[in-house]
C-alpha cells in the first residue's frame, strides 16, 4: 500500500525556484533517513498540454511526498511545512491533498506501485456531486480495466482521499477521487488520446449510474527530486 501527498503550488514564475529549493531542503532534512519513504516528485505542467486536454490554468508545479506508512508521512508534514515567508508570499497559493493510491495492472504485465516513465497525465474530480461513493465504486470497477487498453500505457493509479492536520491551515482541493495514467512522453499519451479506447472510456463515464461533477485534466513532466537535484 502506498500514500501519496500533493501539494499544488500557484504562484508567479520568480516564487518558484526559491519555493522548489525549500521544500526540497526541508524534505531531505526530516525525511532522508526513513526507509518508508518513496521520496518526492515534481510535476511540472507539459508545455503540450493543451494538444490533450482544453482544461487551464494548472498548478506551476506539484509537490509530491510518497511513502508506504500513512502515519510517518502524517508525523512529517508540519516537520516540512510551516510559515516560511517563501511560502507565504504575495501571489502564492498553497493546496493540498493526501491519497491512498491503488495500482493497476497495465495489459499483461503485473501491477507496479512504481511509477515506470516520466509523463503523467492526471484527473481529478470534485464536488458537487449527488452520490460520491456510488460513482467511485462505479469508476474503480470499470475504468482501469479500459485503461489498460491504451496503446503504451505504462501505469495506471487510483486515489482516495485521507484526512491530515497541516500546522497552517493549507486549503484542501476537496478531490474525492484522482486518476493518474503514465507514458514514456507526450507523443505516446496524444497517440492513447486518439486511439478508439478513447471513446470507449468516454461511453464508460456516460454509462456511470452517477453523472460526475467538475474535473480536471493535465499533462505533466514527472521529475524525481534526486534526479532535479543532479541538475
Same mark, same amino acid.
Given at each position: 500500500?502506498?500514500? %501519496? $501527498?500533493?501539494?499544488?503550488?500557484?504562484?508567479?514564475?520568480? @516564487?518558484? =525556484?526559491?519555493? +522548489?529549493? &525549500?521544500?526540497? *531542503?526541508?524534505?531531505?532534512?526530516?525525511?532522508?533517513?526513513?526507509?518508508?519513504?518513496?521520496?518526492?516528485?515534481?510535476?511540472?505542467?507539459?508545455?503540450?498540454?493543451?494538444?490533450?486536454?482544453?482544461?487551464?490554468?494548472?498548478?506551476?508545479?506539484?509537490?509530491?511526498?510518497?511513502?508506504?506508512?500513512?502515519?510517518?508521512?502524517?508525523?512529517?508534514?508540519?516537520?516540512?511545512?510551516?510559515?516560511?515567508?517563501?511560502?507565504?508570499?504575495?501571489?502564492?497559493?498553497?493546496?493540498?491533498?493526501?491519497?491512498?493510491?491503488? %495500482? $493497476?495492472?497495465?495489459?499483461?504485465?503485473?501491477?507496479?506501485? @512504481?511509477? =515506470?516513465?516520466? +509523463?503523467? &497525465?492526471?484527473? *481529478?474530480?470534485?464536488?458537487?456531486?449527488?452520490?460520491?461513493?456510488?460513482?467511485?465504486?462505479?469508476?474503480?470497477?470499470?475504468?482501469?480495466?479500459?485503461?489498460?487498453?491504451?496503446?503504451?500505457?505504462?501505469?495506471?493509479?487510483?486515489?482516495?482521499?485521507?484526512?491530515?492536520?497541516?500546522?497552517?491551515?493549507?486549503?484542501?482541493?476537496?478531490?474525492?477521487?484522482?486518476?493518474?495514467?503514465?507514458?514514456?512522453?507526450?507523443?505516446?499519451?496524444?497517440?492513447?488520446?486518439?486511439?478508439?479506447?478513447?471513446?470507449?472510456?468516454?461511453?464508460?463515464?456516460?454509462?456511470?449510474?452517477?453523472?460526475?461533477?467538475?474535473?480536471?485534466?493535465?499533462?505533466?513532466?514527472?521529475?524525481?527530486?534526486?534526479?532535479?537535484?543532479?541538475?
Amino acid at each position: 500500500m502506498n500514500f %501519496s $501527498f500533493f501539494l499544488e503550488i500557484y504562484s508567479p514564475t520568480q @516564487n518558484i =525556484q526559491p519555493i +522548489l529549493n &525549500f521544500l526540497i *531542503r526541508r524534505l531531505q532534512d526530516n525525511v532522508s533517513d526513513m526507509g518508508e519513504f518513496g521520496g518526492g516528485h515534481l510535476y511540472v505542467p507539459h508545455e503540450q498540454s493543451n494538444i490533450v486536454s482544453e482544461d487551464r490554468n494548472p498548478p506551476k508545479v506539484v509537490f509530491e511526498i510518497v511513502s508506504e506508512d500513512i502515519q510517518k508521512l502524517r508525523a512529517c508534514l508540519p516537520l516540512i511545512f510551516n510559515k516560511e515567508s517563501v511560502l507565504t508570499g504575495k501571489g502564492v497559493t498553497l493546496k493540498a491533498e493526501l491519497f491512498e493510491r491503488q %495500482s $493497476f495492472p497495465v495489459q499483461d504485465s503485473c501491477v507496479s506501485s @512504481n511509477k =515506470q516513465s516520466p +509523463l503523467s &497525465f492526471s484527473v *481529478r474530480y470534485y464536488p458537487p456531486i449527488r452520490n460520491i461513493g456510488r460513482f467511485v465504486r462505479y469508476y474503480v470497477a470499470n475504468h482501469p480495466s479500459i485503461l489498460a487498453k491504451l496503446p503504451n500505457i505504462r501505469n495506471i493509479f487510483c486515489y482516495y482521499p485521507k484526512t491530515w492536520k497541516d500546522p497552517w491551515k493549507i486549503k484542501n482541493t476537496n478531490c474525492f477521487l484522482g486518476n493518474e495514467v503514465v507514458f514514456d512522453n507526450m507523443q505516446d499519451l496524444v497517440l492513447a488520446n486518439n486511439s478508439e479506447v478513447r471513446q470507449e472510456l468516454r461511453k464508460d463515464i456516460l454509462n456511470s449510474p452517477v453523472k460526475p461533477g467538475p474535473s480536471t485534466h493535465f499533462a505533466y513532466h514527472r521529475i524525481e527530486v534526486h534526479k532535479y537535484l543532479e541538475g
